[in-house]
């Protein structure tokens, strides 16, 4: 069946490739940004399509719509962008997840919230499964992110509790893929745009923190098999990423060699309260959505370099 379907921050990296996927399969996708990280680059393909609209708009203003799915994804998830205006994040997770979530309740909508790995800051439980509560430091640097994900994911729970919203959250862990923004600054953009332009490869601390990357493709596929499971774990958060972690030393390691072997590493100071270590128990997510990722890092990497090198040669970011 053919949905009317909101995707707010449509025109970053994930919000752009579910944008292909919906418009793909069929449905009618309004997509709607603020262009803060994102760009009308990743979208521009879709722009002549009859069933693809693009509106500009600030998801912490209300907004009017006739929809059956939204995807809630409107927020700058890279660490440079969401602390370049933290009180700004904190009304984006906030005031634009209520917006979504009342929107959804005057049109009986089903919503899906982008939440995130970082609910568990620094994990003190390693793998994180979805009944651990986390360790997040509610006043630091990363705080407007990581409550504003925290308070987006409760506002969820009360609007379906209190008002029987149909609601669905995933915890995405890192992902990474083609369009994402040359500038984003977060550490797999950072390396590949660094490797394919002769830099060094700014490792933070002594690059032993770990993280567990997971290819766009197989995010979107998750995300689209938890917005039409029925189950009875349905309004429950389910972790989607991919289980195999690495250092960032190791990452470092593997572009090198997919780029150049001879570039050096330089390393920077650890930003404050970075989390030492991350991969996620995806038991639910295979149990309820028969979900597993596919790609592995070299492959994911390897199309990632692919996209990266020919924006870099067209000019983008110049
Ligand atoms: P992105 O920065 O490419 O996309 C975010 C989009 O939201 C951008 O297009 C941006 O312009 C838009 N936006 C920001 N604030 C807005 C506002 N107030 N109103 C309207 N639009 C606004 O990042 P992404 O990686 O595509 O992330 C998408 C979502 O997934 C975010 O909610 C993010 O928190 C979540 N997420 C991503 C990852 C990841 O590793 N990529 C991990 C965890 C969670
Ligand atoms: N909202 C919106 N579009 C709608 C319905 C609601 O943007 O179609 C906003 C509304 O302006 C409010 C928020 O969503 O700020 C929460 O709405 P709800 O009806 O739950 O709460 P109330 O308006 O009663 O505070
Ligand atoms: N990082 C790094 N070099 C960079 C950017 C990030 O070593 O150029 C590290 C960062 O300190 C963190 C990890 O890579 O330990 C992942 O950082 P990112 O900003 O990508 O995501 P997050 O910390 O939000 O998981």
């Given at each position: ?12 990296f ?7 996927r919906?418009?793909a399969?069929g ?7 603020n262009?803060?990280?994102g ?30 799915w939204?995807?809630n994804?409107a927020c700058?998830?890279?660490?440079v ?14 005031l634009?997840t209520?917006?979504?979530?009342g ?8 919503i ?20 651990y509560?986390g360790?997040?430091n509610p006043i630091?640097?990363r705080s407007?992110?990581d ?15 209190a ?9 995405i862990?890192?992902?990474?893929g ?9 550490v797999?953009?950072?390396f ?6 002769g ?8 690059g ?8 766009c493709?197989?995010?979107v596929d998750?995300i ?9 774990e ?5 972790n ?12 470092a ?8 072997r001879?570039?050096p ?6 930003p404050?309260d ?8 995806i038991e639910?997510?295979?149990r309820n ?9 070299r492959?994911?990497l390897?199309?990632?370099?692919e996209?990266?090198r020919?924006r ?7």
């Amino acid at each position: 069946m053919t949905k009317r379907v909101l995707m707010t921050g449509g025109a970053g990296f994930l919000g752009s490739h579910l944008c292909d996927r919906l418009i793909a399969a069929g449905h009618e996708v309004v997509c709607l940004d603020n262009y803060f990280t994102g760009s009308k680059r990743n979208v521009e393909h879709l722009l002549d399509h009859r069933r693809f609209e693009l509106i500009r708009h600030d998801v912490t203003q209300p907004i009017l719509l006739e929809v059956d799915w939204i995807f809630n994804l409107a927020c700058p998830a890279s660490p440079v962008h969401y602390q370049f205006n933290p009180i700004k994040t904190v009304k984006t997770s906030v005031l634009g997840t209520l917006n979504m979530l009342g929107l959804a309740k005057r049109v009986k909508a089903r919503i899906l919230q982008a939440s995130t790995s970082e609910v568990y800051g620094d994990p003190e439980v390693h793998p994180q499964p979805e009944s651990y509560w986390g360790k997040v430091n509610p006043i630091g640097l990363r705080s407007c992110y990581d409550e504003g994900k925290r308070i987006a994911e409760t506002l969820c729970m009360d609007y379906n509790r209190a008002n029987g919203v149909d609601t669905r959250i995933v915890r995405i862990f890192n992902t990474y893929g083609p369009r994402m923004a040359l500038r984003d600054g977060r550490v797999v953009s950072n390396f590949v745009v660094q490797a394919l332009t002769g830099q060094p490869l700014t490792v933070y601390g002594d690059g032993a923190q770990t993280r567990s990357f997971c290819y766009c493709d197989d995010l979107v596929d998750g995300i689209l098999r938890l917005m039409v499971y029925e189950g009875p774990e349905r309004h429950e958060p389910h972790n989607i990423g991919n289980p195999g972690e690495f250092t960032m030393a190791e990452l470092a390691d593997v572009v090198r060699e997919l780029i150049d072997r001879d570039l050096p590493v330089r390393h920077e100071p650890l930003p404050s309260d970075d989390p030492r270590q991350r991969r996620p128990d995806i038991e639910r997510a295979t149990r309820n959505l028969g979900w597993t990722p596919s790609i592995p890092l070299r492959e994911g990497l390897a199309k990632t370099i692919e996209d990266f090198r020919r924006r870099i040669e067209a000019g983008e970011g110049r």
